[in-house]
């Protein structure tokens, strides 16, 4: 009889905790606390949309050796009952007087010795998912226990990808690509840019998405003002630059790219921009190997924007990929993460086309041992043009 698990076979969740507790030992920790969605997917691969609701707290206690232990809410118990997870431990929550203090506080104790230390992702791109009063309660109840930072501990193995991860992000970007391939069926001048966003959205559903869990882009003359803003209720112009963005998500691996359209025939600026946009990329892709950092990268892309004559962007030009939408590291000057083979990771450069306005252009890849490969089908050399 095969072993219960979700999303992936046990023995996929059995290597992650392996490797997570490798990592502990490095640092010392006796257990590891995790409380945020992402983490808890991981490890245990509990995919739910109730994290929409901020009501209850959810955790998963790694011990240095052995099995994790779910410390969670009732409601969830037949959904974790279903993971790999055997140890459940449950109670009835929300409750104002005891949201599953003592019974995280007596599971940590009985995994850890009196002067022993629990790991906690602490860092960027952390967050603890629990009120902060219960949780110094937690701390106040264990001492001499401590608590310290497993921010590295964490990431260091999140950020490299099994070929079962890479997998579904490659499905995910997959989907997408079949939802960006019927833009033009939607997006024509007069239609409202918040009519297009929702149509987009229900192509990526259509598609096979599981959900869509960001969908950002704009659109107007030679570019648009930023890459984050919803969509207002302004129609199309013959002459826009169209860009959509998308994090879909299918079997909780999210994809992240985007594409740009002209609306009507293409300007020389737009034209000029999107193709230094390309071949920056283009270049980039030839030269990266595993052993750079993250701020080479940035280098490499803000250097090939120059050398095909456009101005590069502000802010990071590209990031890590997988079960959150963004994960680190970040192509900035400052980053100094060192680039692995499994790493996904997504290429963003952006440059100005004029005062107030930019264009991006974004690629999802797996960083293999003799380069890059990609996951999101490579965007046209030429920017397509939509015709009115």
């Known amino acids: 009889m095969a072993e219960r698990s979700l999303i992936f076979p046990a023995q996929e969740y059995r290597a992650r905790i392996v490797r997570l507790q ?24 509990f995919l739910t949309r109730f994290w929409e609701s901020p009501a209850r707290p959810w955790f998963v206690v790694v011990p240095h050796a052995g099995d994790p ?13 279903r993971s790999w997870v055997r140890d459940i431990r449950t109670w009835d929550a929300p409750d104002p007087r005891d949201d599953g203090v003592s019974l995280l506080t ?9 002067n022993g230390r629990i790991g906690l992702p602490m860092g960027l791109e952390t967050h603890l998912r629990m009120p902060l009063q219960d949780f110094e309660a937690v701390r106040m109840r264990l001492a001499p226990r401590r608590f310290v930072d497993a921010t590295a501990c964490v990431q260091r193995v999140r950020e490299v990808k099994s070929e079962a991860e890479i997998a579904k992000i490659r499905a995910t970007c997959t989907i997408a690509a079949r939802a960006f391939a019927r833009v033009p069926e939607f997006a024509q001048a007069g239609r409202p840019l918040a009519e297009v966003f929702r149509d987009f959205q229900i192509a990526l559903l259509s598609e096979g ?5 960001y969908v950002a882009g704009g659109a107007g003359r030679d570019g648009y003002g930023d890459v984050i803003s919803p969509a207002g209720p302004g129609p199309l112009q013959c002459g826009d630059i169209l860009m959509l963005d998308t994090g879909a998500v299918k079997d909780g691996y999210f994809c992240d790219f985007d594409r740009n359209f002209a609306i009507g025939p293409a300007s020389d600026t737009a034209r000029r921009a999107h193709a230094a946009l390309w071949h920056a990329t283009e270049e980039t892709l030839a030269a990266l190997r595993p052993g750079m950092l993250a701020r080479d ?3 490499l892309l803000s250097d090939g924007l120059r050398k095909h004559g456009v101005t590069p962007g502000d802010g990071r030009l590209g990031h890590g990929l997988g079960i959150t939408l963004t994960e680190w590291p970040s192509f900035t000057p400052l980053d100094d993460t060192p680039l692995r083979a499994g790493m996904v990771l997504t290429l963003e450069p952006s440059c100005v086309t004029s005062e107030g306005q930019i264009m991006v252009h974004e690629e999802n890849i797996v960083l293999r041992a003799d380069g890059p490969e990609l996951l999101s089908p490579r965007a046209p050399e030429e920017l397509p043009e939509i015709r009115t």
């Open 22 to 45: 490798a990592g502990m030992a490095e640092q010392g920790l006796d257990a590891l606390l995790l409380t945020s969605p992402a983490d808890i997917y991981y490890t245990t691969g």
């Open 69 to 81: 232990v779910a410390v969670i809410p009732s409601i969830g118990a037949d959904l974790m009952g």
């Open 106 to 114: 007596d599971t940590l104790a009985q995994a850890v010795a009196p």
């Open 209 to 213: 998405a599981d959900w869509v869990s």
């Open 297 to 299: 990268m940035h280098r």
